[in-house]
């Protein structure tokens, strides 16, 4: 038997008599509802009349609605003067605008499931279609319904100013000097305003100079320093070698003797204690080398839901598989799609993501070694998705003349890199500069003011 999908005729009435009554509602219900919230083909209608008027700034009442009706051919489709006379006269109070909006919302996402799952019925039974297609479907219009929470379609001035004044106040008043996830490198920071939400992070260098290293630095300086949760997509990299760096890092015990087991007991009781005050931080690492882009967003988007991710890296670009039954042998093609999906995906969640990406051979020709942007691996899509893109630069990794810091015995062997951020599409370019103590896996920020690039 057939089933008629979930509706209410009073609350749809309700609203749309308040909306030729009252003005003031107008705009909050523009903002959250379309016409296709409205189960009733009239009621579709007659709000479609509402929403154009006022996208023209024109007087919403009985009057100018049944004129635009009228103008339109849809004055006796629903059921003409008298019908617009009958919802005015049907609304109790305006004062229950929200009950009302509510109940045609709710109304409204219980379609949306059942629509959604006649499309997984149809699309299974549908061999052509391919699995992950269906799959990535469903998650990306799940996530939309599990996440809605009325927000704005449109934003007008007025709002926008007003929300920025109180933003700039609560940074003055709680001391927050920055609009984005703090990286825990200062003058990253100060030079970012913090990795923001919705965007795409490039960090590029040639191998072994310490990329995934430094990826690896910031996401435990993210997760440990200010709490945030992170997820760390590891496609070369076992998760295991990553939590020996981990552990390295916080205890300042080479590398190599930890994985070793080569430890003092006193370094042992250090190494326990130490650890423990990062047992609990949320840092989440995935390692199977063989995931495409699909993979990422499918695993991404429940950690969004489960986890309540902030940032996510991704270790590195050109190993993400390509989409399965890609015809295309173009590299660049390729990465261009996994670029943009990236690129999407950061800007569906709201969390910023780092991906990790190789550089050509080409900067190893020239005089001067520091990388350029056209020396991003196979294609110059990454460049334009991006929205920042860094390069980590080791003068010794040409020379090969590591000098130790005599001054210093307690750190060993010292490197210095340079972090060129070459593009920042919202803020300015520079240099940043670290010592990397390869035993300890270890990126420390020098006292520095950041050297503009611009």
Request: glycine share 4%; proline share 3%.
């Amino acid at each position: 038997m057939m089933k008629v999908p979930p509706y209410s005729e009073e609350a749809e009435k309700a609203i749309l008599g308040i909306l030729l009554t009252d003005s003031e509602n107008i705009y909050d219900s523009i903002a959250y509802l379309d016409e296709e919230d409205y189960y009733l083909p009239h009621h579709k209608i007659i709000f479609q009349s509402i929403k154009q008027l006022f996208l023209q700034n024109k007087a919403i009442d009985i009057l100018t609605v049944s004129q635009y009706l009228r103008e339109n051919n849809n004055l006796e489709k629903i059921q003409g003067l008298t019908y617009l006379t009958h919802l005015t006269e049907s609304v109790p109070t305006t004062a229950n605008f929200s009950p009302y909006f509510e109940i045609i919302k709710e109304k409204s996402l219980r379609r949306n499931l059942i629509k959604i799952a006649n499309s997984i019925i149809s699309d299974s039974y549908n061999n052509s279609i391919d699995i992950k297609t269906i799959i990535d479907m469903v998650e990306s219009e799940i996530l939309k319904i599990t996440e809605f929470d009325y927000k704005d379609k449109f934003v007008i001035l007025k709002d926008l100013l007003l929300n920025i004044i109180e933003d700039i106040e609560h940074r003055m008043k709680n001391s927050i000097q920055y609009t984005g996830l703090q990286t825990g490198f200062n003058h990253l920071d100060d030079l970012t305003s913090g990795f923001q939400r919705g965007n795409l992070i490039v960090l590029a260098a040639r191998p072994s100079m310490g990329k995934t290293t430094f990826a690896i630095n910031l996401a435990a300086n993210m997760a440990f320093q200010h709490d945030y949760n992170i997820g760390f997509f590891s496609l070369e990299m076992p998760a295991k070698d990553l939590g020996y760096k981990i552990i390295s890092q916080v205890t300042k015990i080479a590398f190599e003797n930890i994985k070793r087991g080569n430890l003092q007991y006193s370094q042992m009781n250090d190494l326990i204690e130490k650890i423990s005050s990062i047992y609990v931080k949320n840092l989440i690492f995935d390692d199977n080398s063989n995931v495409s882009v699909f993979d990422i967003k499918q695993k991404a988007r429940r950690l969004k839901v489960k986890s309540k991710l902030d940032a996510l890296f991704i270790d590195y670009l050109q190993i993400i598989s390509p989409p399965k039954n890609t015809r295309s042998e173009n590299r660049n093609v390729i990465i261009s799609e996994i670029s943009k999906g990236l690129k999407i995906l950061a800007k569906e969640l709201d969390i910023p993501i780092v991906v990790l990406s190789q550089l050509s051979r080409s900067v190893e020709k020239r005089e001067d070694k520091r990388p350029l942007l056209s020396d991003l691996r196979e294609s110059g899509a990454i460049e334009q998705d991006a929205d920042i893109v860094a390069f980590l630069h080791r003068e010794d990794y040409y020379t090969k003349n590591r000098k130790e810091d005599a001054n210093d015995s307690r750190h060993g062997s010292k490197s210095l890199t340079e972090l060129l951020i070459q593009k920042h599409r919202n803020g300015s370019t520079g240099k940043l500069l670290y010592r990397f103590y390869p035993e300890y896996s270890l990126f420390e920020e020098l006292e520095q003011s950041a050297q503009n690039l611009d």
